[in-house]
């Protein structure tokens, strides 16, 4: 059976209902909504995905610098309100490839990321044999068509992605696949740029648990300090890279561990500092190492808890602050929101008024 159809957002109950009476075989579907296996964007996906279906990226990601073993995890931006791209544009096929696309897959797939076509003649018509389609924009713009998919000139289509195609802000992105020589950058919005894949890196930054070192340990004493110190190295920089290819655009990513802040899990307790932001010293450690003799001093970071435990520790909190820059191509740089990354540990608080020296 050859089915023809073109779907969007507006025709997502007729997919579900029709799902079944697709042509095989099956496809990856980008649009929110649609029958399928949910997919997640990745830079690593195989091809096939890629041409498939508008959710997947080609952006290539790797990490350039700083440690990757042991365990890690994805920063969260101090800023409530800062989030990465919702969407852009990307070269997916030469005029070539294309045409090997629509002919594998009888024409299955998404033409933007809220728009996909279902049989081959919706392709044909459009990119090959010149005949106009509409753009799924607000103002239903008219794409002029294509002839013979363009084959024998350099250059690639360009296609809409977005990570997360549920998002609103993704629609602001709704061009069909379109031509674009190249070399060149299309110049219009949310075109590509060295910050957008800088923001795009921002999430394949992983960093270091916060694994602090305490004295005493685990176990802590009703109004005596327990002091909080990281030894010079354990926090390093991160660097990730991220590229978009034939564009010849890329941007590296930098994460730098500024500070360190302390949550004690109660309201019964002092941090020292006030703020409980331990800052990092120059040789990248953090606070200052308990030594015998240090129990009555006032640490230059740790806790004082004034009231001990029943039965349930409190839930000491420690997260390091990322300071987040970024420069690609062209010289252009700039800065992107703190990040922070947290890790819990349980504390113990006696009420027992000794210490060991």
Excluded at 32 to 57: L, R
Excluded at 76 to 94: G, I, L, M
Excluded at 122 to 140: C, I, R, S, V
């Amino acid at each position: 059976m050859n089915t023809t159809r073109r779907v969007g957002v507006g025709l997502l109950l007729s997919l579900a209902l029709g799902a079944a009476l697709l042509p095989s075989p099956a496809v990856a579907l980008g649009s929110p909504g649609h029958e399928g296996e949910s997919k997640k964007p990745s830079g690593g996906a195989d091809d096939g995905d890629i041409y498939a279906s508008a959710t997947y990226s080609r952006i290539k990601v790797r990490q350039v610098s700083g440690p990757t073993g042991g365990k890690r995890g994805a920063v969260s931006s101090v800023d409530v309100n800062w989030k990465p791209p919702a969407c852009w544009y990307e070269p997916v096929f030469t005029g070539e490839q294309l045409k090997a696309f629509v002919d594998r897959t009888d024409g299955n797939g998404d033409v933007g990321i809220h728009e996909s076509w279902f049989g081959k003649g919706l392709w044909t018509d459009h990119y090959q044999d010149g005949k106009p389609e509409h753009n799924f924009d607000d103002a239903y713009t008219v794409a002029e068509g294509y002839k013979n998919y363009n084959i024998g000139k350099d250059g690639y289509f360009w296609r809409s992605v977005a990570p997360d195609a549920s998002d609103p802000e993704s629609w602001d992105c709704g061009r069909i696949m379109f031509w674009q020589d190249a070399g060149q950058v299309p110049k219009i919005p949310h075109a590509p740029t060295p910050k957008m894949l800088a923001e795009y890196a921002y999430n394949h930054v992983k960093v270091p648990e916060t694994e602090i070192e305490l004295k005493p340990a685990g176990k802590s004493t009703v109004n005596l300090p327990t002091w909080v110190w990281l030894d010079k190295g354990t926090f390093q920089e991160v660097k990730v890279r991220a590229e978009l290819p034939n564009t010849g655009l890329w941007a590296e990513t930098t994460a730098k561990p500024v500070a360190l802040h302390l949550n004690p899990g109660t309201e019964d307790a002092e941090t020292f500092p006030a703020s409980g932001d331990c800052t990092i010293n120059t040789d990248g450690s953090i606070g200052t190492p308990y030594t015998a003799g240090d129990a009555g001093k006032t640490p230059p970071c740790g806790i004082r808890y004034l009231r001990a435990t029943n039965g349930a520790p409190y839930h000491l909190k420690a997260s390091i602050t990322w300071q987040i820059s970024w420069q690609g191509t062209g010289g252009a740089k700039g800065d992107l929101p703190d990040g922070t990354f947290e890790t819990t540990q349980d504390m113990n608080v006696q009420e027992i008024q000794s210490v060991n020296r």
